[in-house]
């Protein structure tokens, strides 16, 4: 049982590539999210997934899209990467039995 | 909006001393509240939760969290700090079912010898 499993660890970009971020969890939760988590800001939310096949935006979602590709996966895309995206950026999933978030152990990307 | 406040950005404590983190939420419904600890490089690791009940919660590694609504509040106290609980904690509030939490900015614990 390995929880939120995230890949890779560490990116690093350059301004205008574009890049996926994997998250997969093997809890059988169905609504999973992505935050990214800045220095002095806690942590934001970009997009969350209620249930397979569902998306909706979150609090800072500009220059993100994500892809729920089945009730294990869910993606976070940067088409374009600038600058303002680095940052850490985690996955969770939520057990809706006892309505808890479990994290991921984050990617670190940087754009330069 | 719900809001969480942290005040405290930076916290020193000696190892043995207690301590006391501090939370304030604002939340128009009854919240779901929750404390995390993020050890460098870490993700995010569930120390406690409250959703009801006993305003007194018990967590894993010897915390424990005291919700007050009249204050708002719901902080973090441990009576022991160990060099191993130096990290960073955010206290964040949700709602049964609603999609996300709302996280506090954290607070960085550093144990001195």
Known sequence: ?112 | AQSVTQPDIHITVSEGASLELRCNYSYGATPYLFWYVQSPGQGLQLLLKYFSGDTLVQGIKGFEAEFKRSQSSFNLRKPSVHWSDAAEYFCAVGAKGRRALTFGSGTRLQVQP
Request: aromatic letters at 10%; hydrophobic letters at 30%; glycine letters at 8%.
């Open chain 1, 1 to 112: 049982n390995a929880g939120v499993t995230q890949t890779p660890k560490f990116q690093v970009l350059k301004t205008g590539q574009s890049m996926t971020l994997q998250c997969a969890q093997d809890m059988n939760h169905n609504s999973m999210y992505w935050y990214r988590q800045d220095p002095g800001m806690g942590l934001r939310l970009i997009y969350y997934s209620a249930s397979e096949g569902t998306t909706d935006k979150g609090e800072v979602p500009n220059g993100y899209n994500v892809s729920r590709l089945n009730k294990r996966e869910f993606s976070l895309r940067l088409e374009s990467a600038a600058p303002s995206q680095t940052s850490v950026y985690f996955c969770a999933s939520r057990d809706r039995v006892g309505d808890t978030q479990y994290f991921g152990p984050g990617t670190r990307l940087t754009v330069l």
